[in-house]
């Protein structure tokens, strides 16, 4: 069965600062991996998706994150973080199968 | 699109009451999902269907029943409720397990 580590619960970071969000999997299939963020009183959007092809992916809002087998990692970046950056992201696994499963989620602080 | 329409918002409920909580999506999704969120704690997953007729357990489905007669609607009945069941439920969708998840907005839902 698969899952997901997300390390950190809660990241602080100053406004024009890199944003690093770690994700960790478990799986013994390749695995499909996505980012998602949440606003405060809202659902999840996607931020971005790897399943198979190019490791390094691009998402919405300056946010990318790379695929390691060899780490079992899919980390989540921004260069440089913005006051809109401020929300709970969940890193998310899928095999080939029905289930999608979730990390415990990472809270963004942004300082002025 | 309307995409993951989830009602209602908001319900208090009583110890021992009923409720459904209803979902409905709009893109002729295969898999549809239900999920609470509780805090530091990520996304549970309660019930999925793989399509019409076909339901099964999730991670925590007790105190839960769900039923898929269309495609496109995915009910989630509480029956007795109980302070446990205290939380934030969300509907998702998707086409195949390769693809990302859309969610409704949520119902928050407090048993007192």
């Known amino acids: 069965a698969q899952s997901v580590t997300q390390l950190g619960s809660h990241v602080s970071v100053s406004e024009g600062a890199l944003v690093l969000l770690r994700c960790n999997y478990s799986?013994?299939?390749?695995?499909?991996l996505f980012w998602y963020v949440q606003y405060p009183n809202q659902g999840l959007q996607l931020l971005l998706k790897y399943t198979t092809g190019a490791t390094l992916v691009k998402g919405i809002n300056g946010f990318e994150a790379e695929f390691k087998k060899s780490e079992t990692s899919f980390h989540l970046t921004k260069p440089s973080a913005h006051m809109s950056d401020a929300a709970e992201y969940f890193c998310?696994?899928?095999?080939?199968?029905?289930?999608?499963?979730f990390g415990a989620g990472t809270t963004v602080t942004v300082r002025a | 699109n309307a995409g993951v329409t989830q009602t209602p918002k908001f319900r208090i409920l009583k110890i021992g009451q009923s409720m459904t909580l209803q979902c409905t999506q709009d893109m002729n999704h295969n898999y549809m999902y239900w999920y609470r969120q509780d805090p530091g704690m990520g996304l549970k997953l309660i019930y999925y269907?793989?399509?019409?007729?076909?339901?099964d357990k999730g991670e925590v489905p007790n105190g839960y029943n769900v039923s898929r007669s269309t495609t496109e609607d995915f009910p989630l009945r509480l029956e007795l409720a109980a302070p446990s069941q205290t939380s934030v439920y969300f509907c998702?969708?998707?086409?195949?397990?390769?693809?990302?998840?859309?969610f409704g907005q949520g119902t928050r839902l407090t048993v007192v």
């Open positions: 269907s793989v399509g019409a007729g076909i339901t």
């Open positions: 799986s013994s299939v390749p695995p499909y």
């Open positions: 998310a696994v899928s095999v080939n199968d029905y289930k999608l499963s």
């Open positions: 998702a969708s998707r086409l195949q397990t390769n693809t990302e998840a859309f």
